[in-house]
Nanobody
């Protein structure tokens, strides 16, 4: 089991920035690829970004490419999502999740956090 806890969400104006954190405990964090996913009201959960177990490889959804940056610190068992140039359409509950392999498929993540709300006012 991997336990994940997100933090850092909040209310921000359009154009602003936020940094989300996800702390992991349980099984060896560095064994897992990590992802950030989000779910807006009335919409399906969607992929945002993922990072390889060692942090050497990252991948982003087109909607956030160039604005969001995923990173991880295996010594701290933490993965981050730096979000800049936020838009109203980025408003959602953001989840971190763990998978044995890097994937953009929502259903292939094995462990999930409880989510943190990000609200962007226009």
């Amino acid at each position: 089991q991997v336990q994940l806890v997100e933090s850092g969400g909040g209310l921000v104006q359009a154009g602003g920035s936020l940094r989300l954190s996800c702390s992991a405990s349980g099984r060896t964090f560095s064994n897992y690829a990590m992802g950030w996913l989000r779910q807006a009201p009335g919409k399906e959960r969607q992929f945002v970004a993922h990072i390889s177990w060692g942090g050497y490889s990252t991948y982003y959804a087109d909607s956030v490419k160039g604005r969001f940056t995923i990173s991880r610190d295996n010594a701290k068992n933490t993965v981050y999502l730096q979000m800049t140039s936020l838009k109203a359409e980025d408003t959602a509950v953001y989840y971190c999740a763990a998978s044995p392999r890097e994937t953009s498929v929502v259903g292939r993540y094995d462990y999930w956090g409880q989510g943190t709300q990000v609200s962007v006012s226009s």
